[in-house]
Nanobody
Framework: VQLVESGGGLVQAGGSLKLSCVDS????????MGWFRQAPGREREFVSA????????YYADSVKGRFTISRDNAEKMVYLQMNSLKPEDTAVYYC?????????????????WGQGTQVTVSS
């Protein structure tokens, strides 16, 4: 499994970005996929996750109603649509894959991680 994120950038508050993560591995469809973020000086935190078939989605309270996670198993892609962005959303965003199902917010349950993509929201 190799995860590569893209789509980060600089956006004004209130704007939108869509992050993408592609998996070059062979068993993508079996994995729970998640997004985490880490702001400067802070610990990495859970943002969102989606079950292997897309039937279940999970969100941190801080992003609920603004962010939407989705996946395309045929393309081995997972997406994070981020709307109504706030300066406090500024962070490096990481894509992660969990082999043994979704325990969404538990970082240790994720087996594979991407390198991250920077999201900066200006006020």
């Amino acid at each position: 499994v190799q995860l590569v994120e893209s789509g980060g950038g600089l956006v004004q508050a209130g704007g939108s970005l869509k992050l993408s993560c592609v998996d070059s591995g062979r068993t993508f469809t079996n994995y729970c996929m998640g997004w985490f973020r880490q702001a400067p000086g802070r610990e990495r935190e859970f943002v969102s996750a989606v079950s292997w078939n897309g039937a279940s989605t999970y969100y941190a309270d801080s992003v609920k109603g603004r962010f939407t996670i989705s996946r395309d198993n045929a393309e081995k892609m997972v997406y994070l649509q981020m709307n109504s962005l706030k300066p406090e959303d500024t962070a490096v965003y990481y894509c992660a894959a969990a082999k043994y199902g979704c325990v969404p917010g538990l970082e240790v349950k994720y087996d594979y991680w991407g390198q991250g993509t920077q999201v900066t929201v200006s006020s």
